[in-house]
């Protein structure tokens, strides 16, 4: 183990960058594998060897720069997915967007045609739950 840690000692490390780009490497594996072709497969390498490249590098700056890059495109796709699975999540209530202001609103389901009024804006519009 301090064989590694020594070995380790300067090198950038695992990040988010290098775990997706691993993952990303599996995904084309796995997909390419349903083609009979065996060398397709080898382009799901390529991510991957990348992946390794980063964590064994010894340039953190560059590195990190490039793991806020990735951040800064991935976290709106993830939290997006977030919201969506805590909405389907919620069995007992509807999500609407504000026409005006773009807000979320959460009403009871089953009411029939409702008046929503927005808490934030006031508008005020009609909408079946």
Known sequence: MEKLRTFM?????LDQLS?????????ITFVLSFLRTPYYRLIGLVPMILSLLRVLSRRPEKRSAENETFLRF?????QRFAVWFS????????????????R??????????IEITCPHCGTKFKKRT
């Open 74 to 78: 991935w976290n709106p796709i993830r």
């Open 19 to 27: 775990v997706a780009l691993v993952l990303l490497g599996c995904l």
């Open 9 to 13: 000692r300067g090198r950038y490390g």
């Open 87 to 102: 909405h389907a999540a919620d069995s007992e209530h509807r999500y609407y967007n504000c026409p005006t202001c773009k």
């Open 104 to 113: 979320t609103l959460r009403v009871p389901k089953h009411r029939g045609k």
